[in-house]
């Protein structure tokens, strides 16, 4: 028996139904399958691979937490696809080659492979031109390591937590126009392989690059051109990058407000930053934590408007510099260790 369903719900109903092989389903009238799959208890996915979807936009969430789902649908036309976000989120055992799909309407694949621990095809040669939001795009797509470093991404405006916990992922990327991109929150975090020159790149419009490398163990690549004035945070930056150790002495920080833990448990970091101009941070907490090699003069920095100071050089065992000119007088929140570097009045000081 053939079915032709003419709506989503309609559709829903039908593939809901396990006793219907999906091979008997004509889809040619379906403009959205959004979720249609997500978290769906079947195991027999024969016959989807001849779905004719040449007319769907959306496919939003289509295999969302369809952990059994893995059938070749390689030859599917999804030319008109618009928004394919989550479409493969946590589909745990997919790994099917889809390398020939014309995506070159989408405009979103923020969480398409979010924790597609399989997934491991070479997409590099997609159109990915229109493409606006790649958040988390392969976050925690664990097998994951193709070159994808011709990707047209001008058009992107967000790349946050892309490769988080992407942790095969080592591929050149360099040659990316990243100059619309706006966010790059968590980008690498805990991207534990990525080392790839990323020197060249545009990032003059990023406000946010909160986490960006935390947790990158392996990440040591020159980022002393790199056009930093308009980020506002740098929170938690380099925390636990644990190779990192360059020059970006040169950096314009003078917009950052927030360098929270930015070079915590950093042990190969001591780079000069004498020069940063740091005078709109407020919070500092942690800044230095476990950074345990670095010494870097900083007695000059403007730090009139910081407020917190907490554990600011706890276990920073090399630290030993001269901040007694540093005015701390707006600080509220300080520990024992960093008050004890700085020997000017702390009278004005709020102990945590």
């Known amino acids: 028996m053939k079915y032709t369903p003419q709506t989503r719900e309609e559709l829903q109903d039908l593939v809901n139904n396990l006793s219907i092989n999906l091979g008997d389903i004509d889809t040619s009238k379906i403009t959205d399958m959004s979720g249609l799959f997500r978290g769906t208890q079947r195991t027999d996915f024969s016959g989807i691979e001849n779905w004719d979807v040449s007319n769907v936009e959306k496919m939003y969430g289509m295999f969302r937490e369809a952990t059994s789902f893995n059938q070749d649908i390689s030859k599917w036309n999804v030319s008109k696809v618009r928004d394919m976000a989550c479409m493969f989120e946590d589909a745990t055992s997919f790994n099917q080659d889809i390398s020939k799909w014309n995506v070159s309407k989408v405009e979103y694949m923020n ?10 095809q070479p997409i590099g040669g997609w159109d990915v031109g229109n493409v606006k939001y ?22 992107v405006k967000d790349m946050s ?5 992407a942790e095969s992922f080592n591929q050149p990327i360099g040659d990316w126009n990243v100059r619309n991109v706006v966010d790059m929150i968590n980008m690498f975090r805990e991207a534990e392989s990525f080392n790839q020159d990323i020197s060249k790149w545009d990032v003059s419009n990023v406000r946010d690059m909160f986490a960006m490398f935390k947790e990158a163990e392996s990440f040591n690549a020159d980022l002393s051109d790199w056009n930093v004035s308009k980020v506002e945070d740098m929170n938690y930056m380099f925390n636990g990058a644990t190779s990192f150790n360059q020059d970006i002495s040169k950096w314009d920080v003078s917009n950052v407000k927030n360098m929270a833990a930015m070079f915590a448990r950093a042990e190969s970091f001591n780079a000069d930053i004498s020069k940063w101009n740091v005078s709109k941070v407020w919070n500092m907490d942690g800044m230095f934590e476990d950074a345990k090699t670095f010494n870097a003069d900083i007695s000059k920095w403007d730090v009139g408007n910081v407020k917190d100071m907490d ?6 065992k090399s630290f030993n510099q001269d901040l007694s000119n540093w005015d701390i007088s707006g600080v509220e929140y300080i520990d024992d260790e960093t008050k004890d570097l700085i020997s000017n009045g702390c009278g004005n000081v709020r102990r945590v």
Not at 136 to 153: D, L
């Open 311 to 316: 554990s600011m050089f706890l276990g920073a």
């Open 111 to 120: 969480g398409m492979f979010f924790g597609a621990r399989a997934f491991n």
């Open 134 to 155: 790649m958040i988390g795009m392969f976050k925690e797509a664990i097998s994951f390591n193709q070159p994808i470093g011709k990707w047209n991404v001008s058009n």
């Open 161 to 165: 937590s892309m490769f988080e916990r």
